[in-house]
């Protein structure tokens, strides 16, 4: 595959140099070259690859892809483009034979539920016999074979060199976590979706979105911008009619030509719960579908994973996959990593570590839980450091409405004070009414209140030691994570070890 072959997938600005020359590979970190390689001069977090055009060609690259050509030196062969995140992911399908093509492929966005729906998709994929590959929040993984995530969605030439290895590997569909930073910087560009999933829109984000109408736009653009794109035959958008910002979109995405599937708890929406009990140990009721009734069950708590379980349904209409393997499928996925997931223990309290860690999520989290006790609910959260402030009192007040007893304790606090990211939080909690606790008190029986205590472990242990039988226990904010960052620092944390540590030695005491 020649340099030359690759100037026609997109309008160039100038090409220059010898372009008949072998591509090997396509590479955006000039630290990675090797020879024969096409370096792309992305902008990135820390430093612009613009400024490592040169070391790239001295590591033996052929040709660098440039916004503008300030730094290339005379007789070096360039490309410059507009956009060269668009263009990296335009080349790289190509380079990889454009394995998007050959994967059924779904695009889950939206600021809460994005995780779980991906899950319950993979498993219904799994039961059609589709041989899924998934690529999100916790993990990417294919045919058995996981990898760290380090980035919800990975840049362009990752994701389509992945999405090749999958291809090879036997895979026949793909869902994918599609995060606004994602949608924004082109990562998802070349990608050919067949399906998009709109969840809701939220607070989140704002230290990146300059508002929330600009967190929309993003968020819009898998629905405007990349579905239209793509090269599949038939397109669809499965989105929230209960979500405000979801009844936007779907005019949006009729206007782009995409067929469009609503779900929600509203009659005018394609696809709705009908009669669904809630308990502890799941729900399960029925679901219509346009004018089909589908019966289902699922061990997925809560009404927040009801709407996701709808929202899986509908893709799986979308694709005309046959009702046995959706409603199989929505069965058999017993819980998603750090989502409402259940610590098991001997102590008779119900332990939910979550991931809410917006507003939303954590009000979505809570109300899902309270209508399973008629015991108390403690709930243990914070809020990470270096992000928006705005949410901090908004979760506060939230917290303290729909639990008994509140622990506020730190997040992942990176750069920032503890004590003032606490303060913030604090500001919401009182603005509710309650009134703080002493963290030593030996029992919390019949009183509403809050405590602080910035060791997340010590937290952790106070929220249990305050936790009768029949009580429910909230760790809200890390879910799936397995480290917390101190300043610089990246320690191992994980809220469900920290739990199952404690409620057995709470239990050992009790045996003796």
Known sequence: MRLKDFLTLQKLEQAEGDLDQEVAGLVYDSRRVTKGDVFFAVPGEQANGHQFVNQAIERGAIAAVVPDTANVRPGVTF????????????????????????????????????????????????????????????????????????????????????????????????????????????????????????????????????????????????????????????????????????????????????????????????????????????????????????????????????????????????????????????????????????????????????????????EKTLGAVRPLTDAKVVTVFGCGGDRDRGKRPLMGEIAARLSDVVVLTSDNPRSEDPVRILQDIEVGMQKAGISKLEARAASVHGVHGYAVEADRRKAIGLALSWAQPGDVVVIAGKGHEDYQILGKEKIHFDDREVAREILDCQASVLQT
């Open 79 to 362: 490309v410059r483009v507009h956009d060269v995140r668009a263009t990296m992911g335009l080349w790289a399908a190509h380079f990889y034979a454009q394995p998007g093509r050959r994967l059924k492929i779904v695009g889950v966005t939206g600021t809460n539920g994005k995780t779980t729906t991906t899950y319950l998709i993979e498993s219904i994929f799994a039961s059609a016999g589709l041989e899924p590959g998934v690529i999100g929040t916790i993990n990417y993984r294919y045919g058995g074979k996981e990898m760290p995530a380090h980035h919800t969605t990975p840049e362009s030439l990752d994701l389509h060199a992945l999405m090749a290895e999958m291809t090879q590997d036997g895979a026949r569909s793909m869902v994918m976590e599609v995060s606004s930073h994602a949608l924004v910087q082109e990562r998802v560009r070349g990608v050919d979706f067949d399906v998009g999933v709109f969840t809701n829109l939220s607070r989140d984000h704002l230290d990146y979105h300059k508002n929330m109408d600009d967190y929309f736009l993003a968020k819009s653009r898998l629905f405007t911008d990349y579905l239209p794109a793509s090269a599949k035959s038939a397109k669809a958008a499965v989105v929230n009619g209960d979500d405000a910002r979801g009844r936007e979109l779907l005019s949006k995405a009729q206007r782009a030509g995409v067929t469009t599937w609503s779900y929600g708890s509203g009659e005018e929406w394609d696809i709705k719960p009908l009669q669904v009990h809630h308990d502890v140990s799941g729900q399960r009721g029925k679901i219509k579908v346009k004018d089909r009734v589908i019966e289902f069950s699922s061990e997925l708590i809560g009404s927040a994973n009801l709407d996701n379980i709808l929202a899986a349904v509908g893709v799986g209409f979308a694709l005309r996959i046959p009702v046995t393997a959706i409603v199989d499928g929505i069965r058999k996925l017993g819980c998603v990593p750090g989502r409402l997931q259940r610590v098991e223990n001997s102590c008779g309290v119900l332990v939910l570590v979550d991931y809410a860690h917006t507003p939303d999520a954590l």
